[in-house]
């Protein structure tokens, strides 16, 4: 029995898709090529899920698993070679458990769709990005995935209680911890938590709950520097407290090409130089109407922001929201380079203006679109690199290089991928890079995992 006979024998034929089925399919969300892998298999258990990844231990076949396809790093594109564990079949939502606030999920379920079965229960999971309708529980598990709520809830990290996973041999580890306290050796779970798929297969989570924030108070304001943008986030912190739940920040050039003609309906006018686009969450607190107000009506007084627009309806919410969060004004007609970095929210100021400069001198014809959750510390970089002469890796270089002398770093909550590896080999700590190496050579021993993804190819020479 040849490999693919013996795949075929775990899954029925509705769970598995050859090479020309899979090239019907596009890559991702991010690239519309065809899909290239060996097969793909759609595995609806765990156990089918350990049977495959000990098969394929076996005969040392790569393997790359996929999730929703929304990562923007390529750390789930496969090769001509490589077989797709695609975890979509893994979508039940298990169970909800409305005293202890927890909620046990298979990894192939959609953020959104938990979200929703969450709210009917009147519960929240917090994690929440634009891509919420199409990401799934496993995928941001696997990538530590942030969103516009880290701010006040933290990354997916914070909200993992416990997991299951099986590891390359296909054996399987439970490590479905319900308790937020549990001091019972190695916490393992956090293992696999933003280790892209590399180290083993999330098939299951144990995921923290918070009381639902269903009220919502939004507004985007404008102003004129960025001494502006830290001074009205610091008031925004201690004014509104914890029912701050989302600080975003749209550089001027990011705003006006969203808004062009062509683009969104612009809601404030164009030309300011930053854009804020703030919102609190909560659930029936009183005067909060009055308070959010109130602090958006004195920054204006002392013209910390020059402008500004609330939002007094769901639709007018979505509208800002959809500014900061679909950008097919930016990303759709035109070659884009995309960055996700991290640094101090002090050192934001100096590096924006310096990397504007560094491309205004090495490619002229480049334009920087920039934002993001500046409130964790989160960057967001549209490059579109013009006609110019200049390589994907030399606009890498331009970008990450000024990180390290501002304690910043190459990624923030997209994860490494393929397309940062020589970045992370390159600026990681060597200790930390030679643990990393460690941790694979002893937990994937064929390399079968993921393979030359976060970690360069011969991490297992």
Not at 205 to 220: C, G, N
Request: hydrophobic fraction near 40%; glycine fraction near 6%; aromatic fraction near 8%.
């Amino acid at each position: 029995m040849t490999f693919i006979e013996a795949l075929q024998q775990i899954v029925p034929p509705h769970q598995f898709y050859d090479r020309q089925a899979l090239s019907q399919t596009a890559v991702s969300y991010w690239e519309s090529e065809p899909t290239t892998a060996r097969c793909k298999v759609c595995p609806s258990s765990t156990e089918q899920v350990s049977q495959i990844l000990k098969l394929c231990h076996h005969y040392g076949q790569a393997v790359v698993t996929q999730g929703g396809l929304t990562g923007c790093v390529q750390g789930a594109k496969a090769t001509a070679e490589e077989v797709i564990l695609s975890l979509e079949k893994l979508n039940q939502i298990e169970h909800i458990d409305t005293n202890a606030g927890t909620v046990t999920t298979q990894a192939g379920v959609i953020l959104e769709a938990l979200q929703q079965a969450l709210a009917e229960k009147q519960w929240l999971y917090p994690v929440d990005l634009g891509a919420r309708g199409s990401c799934t529980i496993g995928g941001n598990i696997a990538t530590n995935a942030g969103g516009i709520n880290v701010l006040r809830y933290g990354m997916t990290r914070d909200q993992v209680l416990g997991l299951e996973v099986v590891m390359a041999d296909g054996t399987i580890m439970n490590l479905q911890n319900h308790m937020l306290k549990n001091n019972s050796g190695y916490d393992l779970k956090q293992l696999f938590i933003g280790s892209e798929g590399t180290l083993g297969v999330v098939t299951k989570a144990v995921l923290k709950l918070s009381p639902i924030q269903d009220k919502h108070h939004t507004a985007l304001v404008a102003a004129n520097n960025f001494a502006a943008v830290i001074d009205l986030l610091k008031r925004a912190k201690a004014e509104l407290q914890d029912s701050l739940s989302a600080y975003e920040v749209m550089w001027g050039v990011y705003y006006d090409q969203q808004t062009q003609p062509k683009g969104h309906k612009p809601i404030l006018a164009s030309g300011y130089p930053y854009y804020v686009l703030l919102e609190t969450s909560h659930h029936n607190a009183p005067n909060a109407d009055a308070q959010f107000e109130a602090l958006l009506a004195d920054c204006y007084e002392q013209k910390t922001i020059v402008d500004a627009a609330i939002a007094h309806s769901e639709q007018q919410r979505r509208a800002m929201w959809d500014i900061r969060e679909n950008f097919e004004p930016i990303t759709g007609h035109h070659e884009i380079f995309t960055y996700d970095i991290s640094l101090p929210i002090g050192n934001m100021a100096q590096y924006i203006p310096s990397l504007t400069q560094t491309l205004k001198s090495n490619a002229p014809q480049a334009k920087l679109y920039t934002f993001g959750h500046i409130a964790d510390g989160n960057l967001h970089l549209f490059i579109n690199p013009g006609q110019t002469q200049a390589q994907r890796s030399e606009f890498d270089d331009w970008v990450y290089q000024p990180l390290a002398a501002l304690s910043g770093a190459i990624s923030a909550e997209h994860g490494i991928g393929t397309e940062k590896m020589a970045a992370l080999a390159h600026y990681c700590d060597p200790a930390a890079l030679a643990l990393m190496k460690t941790l694979k050579q002893t937990m994937d021993p064929k390399g079968i995992l993921n393979p030359a993804r976060v970690l360069c190819p011969n991490v297992t020479d």
